[in-house]
């Protein structure tokens, strides 16, 4: 390719909405264009990295023995009402009418459509197991889009659907769907961890995260150095702690902290360890009659350490919560603890309530929690002496970095990371909803097992990129880079010389089937390796009259500061070598 | 590829709401399924077909020095309001309001974004000529979807635009789609023609139609079977008559024709030509004032040979009736003829008018047309002796077989086709609209020089079936047929031999890069072949316990009846001579 031909633009500034690294440098270097909020175009410079994604992602699923087909964008809502998800769902799903009045929906996913085909077109259990994929455009209408490609409303996603006839069928699926992430996550060269995710209201370990890592990650990923341990925080277990509860030696004493209404300020204070200290939250549950009316409420009291978060996820699954729960209102507070929120605690309540301690608080002495007064704390407090045990002992924090791993294995770190992939056992969720069956080796309908396993294709580019830049642009990685390798001809206008050698040599690495682009578009050197750093094309061969002079070519990979000279009769075996292209015959 | 792997479904009945033999068949091969009116699922068999086309298209347009980019689907109203199309177009266009109220379409093109892209990207003339394209989703809600993927409301398209600096190099651009076009069309081994095609508004010939060759297609295509002249039947022009007109020498009678308000009906009472009769239409165009109310009418009649029919378009071109035309109201018609439609004429008008004479009318003599008068027509009707000499003499008609080519070159013929491609100079009608400019080498900012140049991506492939198919399904073309070849093993389960044979012919057709399939089904003979049939797979090998007792298999050609005996040592050289594959350094 010549970049005259192709579509080359540049920007040294990022656009005024652009926060993050991936959206500033995608944007600059051209390869994307807004077109509204949340919504772009690909630009060829950019489409090329997404076809590339799609390639791989392609040819990998194919190999895993999913079959390709494509679903409509734009799907009618009666599909919807069966799940129910056409009301259930909030304005993210963008609802449309067309000529007639009728409703209908611009896919966010394809669950609903794919469930349709599969009971119509999947009438045996022969006929299973089975795994239909597309790689397709889905709209979401996000309240807040941001950061480019990474949080946009129109994105390009793979999402493949498994049908099997029982949970042992549906679990090699599963484990075949994770195996094909792994090789496809491997193939895109970037640094990535498969965690274990929570599977919500299905329950079951087969969830997993497919994180690339990068510390502007939103998410928060645990994992055991020692270990193959790894999970996103919502789902990582904190172990009961190994130790048992001392034996009190305080007393339990009202003390003055006047204006320290967080457990930082309390523990600042008092010059004391933040994790002696308890943080209380106050949630409620509605109780209902029959009729489904609200009749009342439970009141329930959460203590997590000072130095500690609740996990809302773990909360979520607490006998009693499980099935929604609310922050308590300020009435129901008054009324259980006399005290308006900020020096709250589990001691001296006015009207008994369920009290759920973190595992780690429920092995503490001698701690410090408000007093259910403003501006005092109790310090000394002990279970048992000073109040009762608690209702529950649960895990309901996030783990933090030096916590146990739960294999054993070791300690935990914490690293960030964006999600890009996700595999998910659905079991019968959707099949159940929509009445979708196969008939079974017994002969009776029987609903399928499903799993989904998406991959943000077009979210994929921009996690690369905030894994891999610097200050002088992108970095990619070769498999997903929009060219391989650069030619940049000094002064080519002006010299035979070089443009002789640069269009031979670009003739001889398209014939080796290098992805190469020749700069022919006359820039001055400096220039013309700016744009191509900031592009982040990983090779670079510069051809200069001077170099020619000498025989010579000089060859800078993107992550190198310093070229270095290379023969120009060697120059394809140095590339070789460098990994550009394979030689035939050549070991893999 | 293995059959049990894939995904395989054909149905013996076609939905009741298939009208077209394409439709039909793509349901029952199991290529489409219907999601709802106008929107289909491609599933996977249907897939392949299309993702060949995709492929051909995106080499061709590479090829040609296009270059691709991914347009939203969702784009923003406003952009629309620019040219108007937001308002102008009608319920085609599906509208959506996002969760903030904003306007927005789903796109049925993408002018308007290509010209946005243009307008900030391509700042100098030393950026031009640049063609940029998409293979895109895009729907139009047509009022009364039908035909399968011929007239669907979801479709995808490969839509082009090109940008350049003035009207000759837009002239080049447009030749080089043309060419890239043909190359397009050539490759997917159909039957097809580029015809002129009518300009509309922007004039000049620079809009060319394909059209897959097909009995069953909806548009009427006109050529010269002894030169290249092309066109459809809006186009084509007829050409003057060569003969001068004949004296008079038939007196005028008005002549009972009771009941007979037809030509034909006339011709058929009175036993004459129907060529010998004239057709009267009667039009009428609105007088206004410079506020744009209409203060009056001007009514128009058009004569036409009774065994010609008139064309709109050439009728739209005439001066007067170019900025618009309707039919006249029963009240204009009594106005000016006295007397009710049915009867009508030239001659003895009630009130004159403008009389518009198909060239074909003007040179005639002795003629026959309605007597204004119920039940009566004249006959021997002559110019200048019973009526004067016609306002204007026009082509308003279309052509008929045997007309003379407009190029001299012979006669015309009319066969039928399906419009799959077009090719099309837009001048500077959008970038006027959206002020999209560039600067030019004069340094003054210049509107661009505009094409755009479609592909129905998944109408092809119904285009194809409508003209290669027979009794027993679709015929393929090798290009962008779903597999080239189907091997057909009998009593695989039974047979070790058989099973080994297949899969060792599989494996060696793969490593030959041949898009195999190999049916492991299990399904008995003859239900495999009308399988396969139907689908339309060219090439089959059938592979028996009793052929390899004789070495042999048996190879058949889609199109053909009857199956060939083939060597199995041979069968790999054999099918090379089909052109199933190349051998290496075999000429192309």
């Not at 950019?46 to 999913?66: D, H, S, T, W």
């Not at 009291?301 to 499980?322: F, P, Q, S, T, Y």
């Amino acid at each position: 390719m010549k970049a005259s031909q192709f579509f080359v633009s540049t920007y040294k500034e990022a656009p005024a909405d652009a926060e993050v690294i991936s959206h500033k440098l995608m944007v600059r270097a051209g390869m994307i264009r807004r077109l509204n909020a949340g919504i772009y175009s690909y630009m060829p410079m950019g489409l090329r990295v997404i076809q590339k994604v799609q390639a791989i992602v392609r040819e990998e699923m194919n190999q895993a023995g999913a079959v390709e087909l494509t679903m409509p964008v734009v799907q009618p809502g009666e599909l919807w009402q069966e799940t129910g998800r056409f009301d259930k769902m909030g304005p993210e799903l963008l609802r449309v009418q067309d000529r007639h009045g009728r409703d209908f929906v611009i896919q966010p996913t394809s669950e609903e459509v794919v469930t349709d085909i599969a009971r119509s077109e999947l009438r045996s259990y022969k006929q299973l197991p089975k795994n239909l994929y597309q790689i397709q455009t889905k709209f979401r209408d996000e309240r807040r889009p941001r950061f480019g490609l990474m949080r946009g409303r129109e994105f390009i996603m793979k999402d493949a659907y498994s049908f099997d006839k029982d949970k042992d069928s549906a679990q090699i699926s599963y484990q075949t769907m994770r195996q094909a992430y792994r090789n496809i996550f491997d193939r895109f060269g970037l640094r990535y961890r498969a965690v274990a995710a929570d599977s919500g209201a299905i329950g079951g370990d087969l969830s997993e995260e497919f994180q690339v890592i990068a510390s502007t990650g939103e998410d928060a990923i645990v994992y055991c150095p020692q270990s193959e341990y790894a999970a996103n925080i919502e789902k990582a277990e904190a172990l009961a702690p190994g130790q048992p509860r001392p034996a009190a030696s305080q007393p339990l004493v009202k003390t003055p902290t006047p204006g320290q209404s967080t457990c930082a300020q309390v523990a600042e204070g008092l010059s004391i360890a933040l994790a002696t200290t308890v943080k209380s939250l106050v949630l409620a549950t509605d109780v209902q009659d029959e009729q489904g009316n609200i009749t009342g409420s439970t009141v329930w009291l959460l203590l997590v350490r000072g130095d500690h978060d609740m996990n809302e996820v773990k909360v979520g699954k607490i006998a009693g919560l499980d099935k929604g729960y609310r922050f308590a209102s300020e009435a129901e507070i008054l009324e259980h603890f006399g005290a308006k929120p900020g020096y709250l605690g589990p001691v001296g309540l006015r009207k008994p309530l369920k009290i759920v301690a973190d595992r780690d608080v429920a092995v503490m002495a001698d701690w410090v929690c408000g007093a259910n007064e403003v501006d005092f704390h109790y310090t000394g407090v002990n279970w048992g002496r000073d109040l009762p045990e608690p209702d529950v002992v649960a895990d309901i924090r996030n783990v933090v970095a030096g916590d146990l791993s739960p294999d054993g294995q070791g300690t935990l770190e914490i690293e960030r990371g964006i999600e890009v992939g996700h595999v998910f056992y659905l079991g019968t969720k959707y099949s159940a909803a929509m009445n979708a069956t196969f008939l079974a080796e017994n002969g009776r309908p029987t609903l399928f097992e499903m799993g989904c396993y998406g991959i943000g294709i077009t979210r994929l580019p921009a996690a690369a990129i905030e894994q891999n830049h610097d200050e002088r642009g992108i970095i990619w990685p070769d498999a997903i880079a929009p060219f391989t390798l650069v030619l940049c001809p000094i002064g080519m206008d002006r010299s035979p010389a070089v443009r002789e050698a640069a269009e031979k040599l670009h003739d001889a690495l398209l014939a080796k089937g290098v992805d190469v682009i020749l700069d022919d578009r006359g820039e001055r050197p400096g220039a013309m390796f700016a744009d191509w750093e900031l592009i982040g094309i990983p090779h670079r061969l510069v051809i200069s009259d001077r170099g020619l002079k000498e025989n010579q070519l000089e060859y800078q990979h993107r992550t190198q500061t310093e070229a270095v000279k290379v023969a120009a009769d060697d120059v394809l075996a140095f590339l070789a070598q460098q990994g550009v292209f394979q030689e035939p015959g050549a070991q893999g």
